[in-house]
C-alpha cells in the first residue's frame, strides 16, 4: 500500500490556532485541489479527534464530479463515533471503515460501517503497521491522510508516508498555533524522515508542494 499524507499549514506549519479555529486556512483553490486527490486515493484517512471535532463528510465534492467515492477510515480505538455522525449515516452509501482495539460495537456495525480490530499499543491506539495491512487486505492499496497533527506525526514516525502533498497558506500563526506533525521523538537529523521535493506550485494564493520519500 501506499501512503500520501496531506497537510494544509499556515507558513510556519500550524493547522488552527490556540482555541482550534482551522477553517480555512488554505484557499478554495487549494481545497479542489484537496478533492481530487480524494479522488485518486482508495480510501481517505482521519483520527477520532478530527471525526468528532469537524463531523466531515470526506467525500469528493467537485463541480460536476460523478466518479468514485474514496473509502472512509477513522482511527477510533475506543469506537466514539456518533451513529449520528455524517460519516456513519451514509456508510450503506459509502465504504466506512472504523479502526478499533476491541470487540466491534453493535450500533456502528448496524448502520453498515465495517469495524475493523487492530492491536493496541501505547494509550491503547491502534498500531499502524498492523492498520496499513488490515486496509490492504481489504482491497485498498492507495490511501490518503488528512488527520490532524496526532495522526501525522504517528504515520511519519512509523516509516509509513510515501508522498506529502503540503498546502502552505501565506499566514502565520505562531508558537501557540496547533502544529500539523505531533513528536517525532528522533534524537538527530539522520533520524528525521527524508523527502525529495518533486514539484512546486501556486495554488491561488497558496503554495503546493509535493514531496516522495528517499
Request: glycine share 10%.
Amino acid at each position: 500500500m501506499t501512503v500520501t499524507l496531506k497537510l494544509a499549514t499556515s507558513l510556519d506549519g500550524r493547522i488552527a490556532t490556540a482555541s482550534g479555529e482551522s477553517r480555512w486556512i488554505t484557499g478554495e483553490i487549494s481545497r479542489q485541489a484537496v478533492h481530487r486527490l480524494r479522488a485518486d486515493h482508495d480510501a481517505v484517512l482521519i483520527g477520532a479527534e478530527t471525526a468528532l471535532a469537524d463531523d466531515p463528510e470526506l467525500t469528493v465534492r467537485l463541480p460536476g464530479y460523478n466518479g468514485r467515492q474514496p473509502a472512509r477510515v477513522v482511527l477510533d480505538s475506543r469506537q466514539r463515533l456518533s451513529p449520528e455522525c455524517k460519516l456513519v449515516r451514509t456508510a450503506r452509501d459509502v465504504p466506512t471503515y472504523v479502526v478499533a482495539v476491541g470487540d466491534p460495537d453493535a450500533a456502528l456495525t448496524e448502520a453498515g460501517v465495517r469495524v475493523l480490530t487492530a492491536r493496541a499499543v501505547g494509550e491503547d491506539r491502534p498500531e499502524l503497521k498492523s492498520v496499513v495491512h488490515a486496509l490492504a487486505a481489504e482491497g485498498l492499496s492507495r490511501l490518503f491522510v488528512e488527520g490532524g497533527g496526532q495522526v501525522a506525526g504517528s504515520f511519519l514516525r512509523c516509516g509509513l508516508v510515501d508522498a506529502l502533498e503540503w498546502f502552505r497558506a501565506p499566514i502565520v500563526i505562531g508558537g501557540e498555533g496547533r502544529p500539523a506533525i505531533g513528536a517525532l521523538a528522533v534524537a538527530t537529523l539522520v533520524d528525521t524522515p527524508h523527502f525529495r521535493r518533486t514539484e512546486v506550485r501556486e495554488s491561488g494564493d497558496d503554495l503546493w508542494e509535493r514531496y516522495e520519500r528517499i
